[in-house]
């Protein structure tokens, strides 16, 4: 039986594939869902059949919408779905990728082929093929928000620019929804009361010493939340990877449930849980 969260224990996990996992949520429950897949041809996590691992571009692409179709099914009629993702070059048909020092979580024992029509050194527009694709599919697609990471990763290319941001689509279910437009605004430096939140994001990531990558920024997710949902509200993030969503549901008063493949990324997200919750009853 699917264990859902309650004030007791607002946010478990479900160890597992989500394609199978998430056909035994209920239906029209979740307030927002906050995640983000991995991304095509970009790491290696180890398991056979992993999102992310298809050879195929139009695979991963439609992968991904069959996925966010049976997760929309899970969200409230007036619920929000916040979608990050970022575009990749093509490997030019380089079948794997060394291990970096800087970067451990880089090493890849695969590397899709350049997809057709395309050519090496191209940047596949692989943010924009999956947002057009879950559009098309009867999502709302309300924003393209760009995170802006100031302290980005360097890049060696010596014939293009390095790249600093990666996107959060925004959709929604219906037509109308929730949006709380106040408690996500930005505060004016110069004169009383607040603006409405821009667009760009500037938020710096946010490495974290028992992961090989980074992990997603609290201050990335705070506004989505704040935007989404109340106090209390349930979220849900079908890749729940080191957990961060859940631990700022968690910080925030809201409900979570995370559904990820890898357990030993199961077993890091419960500590940094248990290490919060620690310091929420200190703080109390």
């Not at 050879?55 to 009629?77: I, N, Q, W």
């Not at 201050?219 to 890749?239: H, S, V």
Request: proline share 8%; net charge neutral; aromatic share 10%.
């Amino acid at each position: 039986m699917i264990q859902l969260p309650t004030p007791e224990n607002p946010v478990p996990i479900l160890c597992g594939d989500v394609r199978s996992v998430v056909r035994e949520l209920p239906s029209d429950h979740f307030q927002a869902v906050i995640t983000s897949p991995p991304y095509w041809g970009v790491r290696d996590y180890g398991f056979n059949g992993q999102i992310g691992s298809e050879a195929s571009l139009d695979d991963y692409v439609s992968g991904l919408v069959e996925v966010f179709r049976e997760v929309r099914r899970t969200l409230r009629p007036d619920g929000t779905f916040w979608l990050n993702i970022a575009n990749t070059y093509s490997s030019g048909n380089r079948t794997w990728r060394a291990p970096d020092e800087k970067n451990k979580g880089r090493a890849m024992s695969y590397r899709p082929p350049t997809p057709p029509g395309l050519k090496p050194k191209d940047l596949v527009g692989v943010a924009w093929k999956v947002a057009m694709a879950l559009q098309y599919d009867g999502w709302y697609l309300r924003n393209d928000i760009i995170w802006h990471k100031p302290n980005c990763q360097p890049e060696s290319v010596k014939d293009r620019f390095t790249v600093a941001h990666e996107y959060i689509f925004m959709f929604s279910k219906s037509e109308r929804y929730s949006f709380y437009q106040l408690e996500a605004a930005e505060e004016r430096k110069d004169l009383n009361g607040h603006k409405n939140r821009r667009t760009v994001w500037p938020i710096n990531t946010e490495p974290y010493p028992e992961a090989h990558f980074a992990v997603f920024p609290r201050k990335l997710i705070e506004p989505c939340i704040l935007a989404a949902t109340m106090p209390g509200d349930m979220i849900l993030d079908p890749f729940f990877g080191s957990g961060t969503v859940g631990l700022v549901a968690r910080t925030m008063d809201r409900l979570c449930l995370g559904i990820e493949l890898k357990p030993e990324s199961v077993e890091l997200a419960m500590r940094r849980l248990d290490t919060a919750q620690l310091k929420l009853l200190t703080a109390g």
